[in-house]
């Protein structure tokens, strides 16, 4: 009997470890990912919308319609990230309302046109989401609370 509880001891233990280091990868992988969005956004989005998102870029004064402050998306959504609208303006399946038609580039495309570079066309579409994702993870980090 003894031996039978040290072995479910040694396997529970087991499980443990087995769960904290794959919990240790998954953490790394998301943080992967989220450092990939924020190469992403200083690569296409700071000039306009500024290195913290507060939409003072050095472009923003030249702009005709000025850049949103995209810090505050998630504090103007009732405490919480908006991940679908702004995935979809990004993506460019969505116009931003307060601009009228599209006024920020369709980041989407540009995505699209960069994956035949890496992936297969049958992969299209899962590269460019993975993109818009890493960057959004990015843009739920840099809110202000």
């Not at 919990?23 to 956004?41: F, M, P």
């Not at 038609?101 to 989407?108: D, F, I, L, S």
Request: aromatic share 8%.
């Amino acid at each position: 009997m003894s031996l039978k509880r040290g072995a479910i001891r040694a396997m529970v233990l087991f499980l443990i470890v087995l769960l904290g280091c794959l919990n240790t990868a998954i953490s790394q992988e998301l943080q992967d990912a989220i450092d990939a969005g924020k190469t992403e956004y200083m690569r296409s989005c700071a000039l306009c919308h500024g290195d913290k998102g507060k939409g003072n870029g050095i472009y923003a004064s030249k702009l005709v319609i000025k850049p949103a402050n995209i810090a505050l998306l998630q504090k103007g959504n009732n405490g919480v990230f908006p991940t679908r609208e702004i995935f979809q303006v990004i993506e460019g399946t969505d116009d931003i309302k307060l601009h009228g038609p599209k006024a920020m580039p369709v980041w989407g495309d540009r995505f699209d046109h960069e994956s035949l570079l890496y992936v297969d066309d049958r992969f299209t579409r899962t590269f460019v989401r993975g993109r818009i994702f890493e960057l959004l993870l990015y843009l739920e980090e840099i809110q202000v609370q």
